[in-house]
């Protein structure tokens, strides 16, 4: 980016990608699937691993996808339309909406499927090589949390390698966030307590995308 980002675009980038990563999917595709408030099973996360607590798979799938696609369309819309590096901007604020958006009472989801959506629409290669770590690690250990964590933890990596330089402190920042969300995950693995994926166990586990 060689000139600077002017504040009307930034602001304007910091709203859309707020707006789109604050549409609660989780919830609506709970409720449409019959399961109710999403919110009152399970660990109470709006994300897909939550839904599919609910035994819905179909809604699990759906907000999987909607949670990251409203990621990709908030940096897609502000690259195309905005100032060069506004997608940036965008990208911050759909996690942050998708973490906290205001009409649930900043209560959302830990950010996962968002951030993928994301990854994939800056640079594909590298939304491809974070899906394909948890994917990986998923095969191994079976523990979604921590696929995620090990995921996201070596995006802002995937991004220097290939050269997306003014991507790297995005990905580091984004990535901290989402591992903060993670804490009690983290708590839980370190303990060996963390439920493998496929398990029974009707707890806060997961990594709530």
Excluded at 7 to 34: K, M, N, Q
Excluded at 60 to 68: I, K, P, R, V, Y
Excluded at 178 to 200: C, Y
Aim: charged residues 10%; aromatic residues 12%.
């Amino acid at each position: 980016m060689s000139a600077p980002l002017p504040v009307t675009a930034a602001l304007a980038a910091l709203a859309l990608g707020y707006l789109l990563g604050a549409i609660p999917f989780g919830l609506l595709f709970a409720w449409l699937s019959g399961a109710g408030d999403v919110r009152k099973i399970g660990s109470g996360n709006i994300g897909a691993t939550n839904v599919l607590r609910t035994g819905k798979k179909w809604a699990a799938a759906a907000t999987l996808l909607c949670d990251g696609a409203k990621g990709a369309a908030a940096v897609l819309i502000a690259r195309h339309f905005l100032a060069p590096g506004a997608e940036i901007f965008a990208a911050l604020a759909a996690v942050l909406g998708h973490l906290f958006p205001l009409w649930l009472g900043f209560k959302g989801g830990k950010g996962v499927a968002t951030y993928l959506g994301i990854a994939f629409a800056l640079f594909w290669p590298v939304g491809l090589l974070v899906a394909a770590t948890w994917l990986a690690v998923a095969f191994v250990w079976r523990v979604s949390s921590l696929s995620a964590l090990l995921a996201i933890a070596l995006s802002p990596v995937y991004f220097f390698a290939f050269g997306q330089r003014d991507y790297v402190p995005l990905a580091v920042l984004l990535a901290a966030l989402i591992i903060f969300m993670h804490r009690e995950n983290i708590r839980r693995l370190l303990a060996g307590e963390e439920p493998r994926i496929g398990s029974k166990k009707n707890g806060a586990g997961g990594a709530g995308a």
